[in-house]
DNA sequence: CTGAAAGCGCTTACAG
DNA sequence: CTGAAAGCGCTTACAG
């Protein structure tokens, strides 16, 4: 039943040969406009169906990217893949993807699977653990053009589309000294994720600059997921010492911080200071909308797709590494937290 | 750059035939193990990548299946992808992915891309305005295997994956009688979305079995977006007579319908009974936590890949019609209604 | 402006 | 058990 309609049958019903079938499909302005029609008239009652696998093996280009992401329930990565859809799209490539479920054996599963798909490059947010040793083994042999996104893997050098997490962790920082606050932890996120790291490390900047107290003991690592906030908020509320704010890793874990201080009766802002990162759509949507910083995943998204277009058109061009900045939103969830004072003191 | 070694180059490297390498690559046992390791030794030292584009072309399989979706940033089909993309994988597949944005002339142009790259099989959710004609002109000459999911398209016979939506509305409707609700609104979703047409079905169905009104006037299509979900309730909030519950098209829906109640001061649950349908993970985790029908996306999508792989299979078996029960959950937003008439006649 | 020919990298009967 | 040969459906110089 599949389509067996091939240029042959096209050429013979139109009267013309192969190659001039193949330059009217490719739109070459060579074929004059009748002869085209012709062609084209014999397609369409034929039923002729292109055979991108064919062309791919002459062509030597399979006009498919591929994207590598962790998963996609989170908001974020749904975000990014719907830009980059958009942007393959409009190029005209479809798009392989596949889930690493942040697992190194399942990266390199799909890795492998699609560069045996020949695709032309691959878009990849690598697993927490990756590392060079574990890039070089798939891209190092077939040097299929790829670019990272977001995290980091020390010692490999690509084009990268990245946000500046540290100067996230910053202007969160900065932002709550200046509501006032005397005290925060960092909680969430997976344990070994330059991302996490990079926040991490804006925010004990900023605070040490400001004189803020960053609570090492009471930060620490869950994963990236929501279920990860609430734990880790019951386990901060168990501990002595409430810090003036929680900071979470980001705007998911924030979600499941917020949902366990509620329930055991603390609004966030007002009892505690509560920011995150990215500003998913929820943060604003919450009962007590959430500070966060922005980091803009459909721009990474689309910036990653332009960056590997451009990589194909220019394969030897110098690496190039793009920052996108991110933006604070002020939220109740830290802007009211001036009240705290007056309704529980500091222990 | 990219990996120029093929067949040849190992076959002359272990002093084999191509047959043979071809052979090994496909685990062939009629090769003796001395061999088959002498071609693999000689695959690692080369560095060689198997060429799946050539073996596409040779033997009419890809590998690959499509996945065809509105969007993915609903959590519902995040969760329905990601259980496709693991099914696949499983199966060595991968996984191409296309949004519609639920619009037709988008579908139809990845639809036609898929098909070019020559699929083995496409799993769609169509766009709520798909017709027979729509589908007939992309898969009637190519015959490509497909699977539907979850939306109908009347006139097209294929194999199908669905929840009983209708179902889903009658334990909506019972479950609302039962707390002792009198009216009830429906709101939300697109307008010629047939999902929506079965939920309001058996939502009818199962408010007129049992004198409970089915508020006609009050009832409206949106969009399946939270933010539609917003403007529903605003508008409703804005009409004369409020139901004793709201109904909404979805639990994305039902988000921003409680947004909206709550910006008016009123509690979900206690001023009016809401509910949803899918039971997305945040639904539980509401202040006041939602009753929903689960309409389990994860196995919608695992089981739709099932199929597809049964129909590659035996292409000439009878469709089939695999239809998911929905499970109701109750939950604070309708069980705590029957405080209603205390706090607030009806008017 | 159009056609004949070679070839992309595999797989698969078919011989031996 | 292994090799020679044909062919999947395109594209692309190269002639004419």
Redesign the pocket.
């Given at each position: 039943m599949p389509s067996?309609?091939?240029?042959?049958d096209v050429?013979a019903e139109s009267?013309?040969?192969?190659?001039?079938?193949?330059?009217v499909?490719?739109g070459n302005p060579?074929?004059?406009e009748a002869?085209a029609q012709r062609v084209r008239a014999a397609m369409a009652s034929l039923g002729?169906?292109?055979?991108r696998?064919?062309?791919n093996?002459?062509?030597?280009r399979t006009m498919a990217i591929g994207l590598v992401l962790t998963g996609v329930r989170d908001p974020w990565f749904a975000d990014l893949t719907m830009a980059v859809e958009e942007v393959a799209h409009e190029a005209g490539c479809t798009l392989l993807t596949g889930y690493s479920r942040d697992r190194l054996d399942r990266q390199e599963a799909v890795l492998s699977t699609m560069v045996e798909q020949r695709v032309d490059g691959i878009v990849l947010l690598p697993t927490s653990e990756t590392t060079s040793v574990d890039l070089e083994s798939i891209f190092g042999a077939t040097g299929v053009p790829h670019v990272l996104i977001d995290r980091r893997v020390t010692g490999w050098d690509s084009d990268r589309v990245r946000v500046d997490h540290w100067a996230a962790g910053e202007q969160v920082a900065a932002h709550l000294a200046d509501v006032g606050v005397r005290s925060m932890a960092f909680v969430g996120g997976p344990p070994s994720c330059p991302v996490r790291a990079e926040r991490e490390g804006g925010l004990r900047s900023g605070a040490a600059a400001r004189g803020v107290e960053f609570a090492h003991e009471l930060s620490f690592p869950t994963d990236a997921e929501r279920l990860g906030g609430t734990r880790a908020a019951r386990q901060l509320l168990d501990l002595p010492g409430l810090p003036d704010a929680i900071v979470a890793y980001s705007d998911v874990v924030a979600l499941g911080v917020l949902g366990a201080l509620r329930h055991r009766g603390i609004e966030a802002g007002r009892g505690i200071a509560l920011a995150g990162f990215d500003d998913i759509e929820e943060a604003a949507l919450q009962p007590t909308p959430l500070t966060t910083a922005s980091t803009f995943p459909a721009r990474l998204g689309s910036e990653a797709v332009r960056l590997l277009f451009e990589r194909l058109a220019n394969p030897t061009a110098p690496h190039r590494d793009i920052v996108i900045d991110p933006v604070l939103h002020v939220r109740d969830s830290t802007l009211r937290w001036a009240d705290r004072q007056s309704l529980a003191p500091r222990v």
């Open positions: 067996r309609v091939t240029i042959n050429a009267g013309v040969s192969r190659a001039t079938v193949s330059l499909l490719r060579k074929i004059p002869t002729y169906v292109y055979n696998q064919a062309a093996l002459r062509t030597q």
